[in-house]
């Protein structure tokens, strides 16, 4: 049985930190790409980071140099470091785990943005205050 377990979201003020953690089971982690995308009310899905096998990563605009993903094969966890937190990130933040071969981590992060990957998780809520 597959499974994606978020955790590590909660409160922040505007300018904080929070990280965030999946843990994966029930398939070959190691093989897939691996992405966040977060549901804001009202909102569509948003593609906020990926990565790739080999480990290179792409960002949505919006949190380029505040997020960073990174992923340890070892422990099939995937990790998402959010720094200088805005209002606006404020979401039902999800994992996923999509197939990608010949595909760069750009693509990847589109590809969650349109809802289309293999697995996902149920998400872990991030509220941020101003």
């Excluded at 409160?11 to 977060?38: E, I, P």
Aim: with cysteine; aromatic share 8%; charged share 20%.
């Amino acid at each position: 049985q597959v499974r994606l377990v978020e955790s590590g979201g909660g409160s922040a003020q505007a300018g904080g930190s929070l990280n965030l953690s999946c843990v994966a089971s029930g398939y070959a982690f190691s093989d897939h790409c691996m992405g966040w995308f977060r549901q804001a009310p009202g909102k569509g899905d948003d593609g906020v980071a990926s990565i790739d096998r080999e480990g290179r990563f792409s960002y949505a605009d919006s949190v380029k140099g505040r997020f960073a993903i990174s992923r340890e094969n070892a422990k099939n966890t995937l990790y998402l470091r959010m720094n200088s937190l805005k209002s606006e990130d404020t979401a039902v933040y999800r994992c996923a785990a999509l197939l990608c071969d010949r595909m760069t981590p750009m693509q990847a992060l589109r590809l969650l943005s349109m809802g289309r990957f293999t697995y996902s998780g149920q998400g872990t809520q991030v509220n941020v205050s101003s």
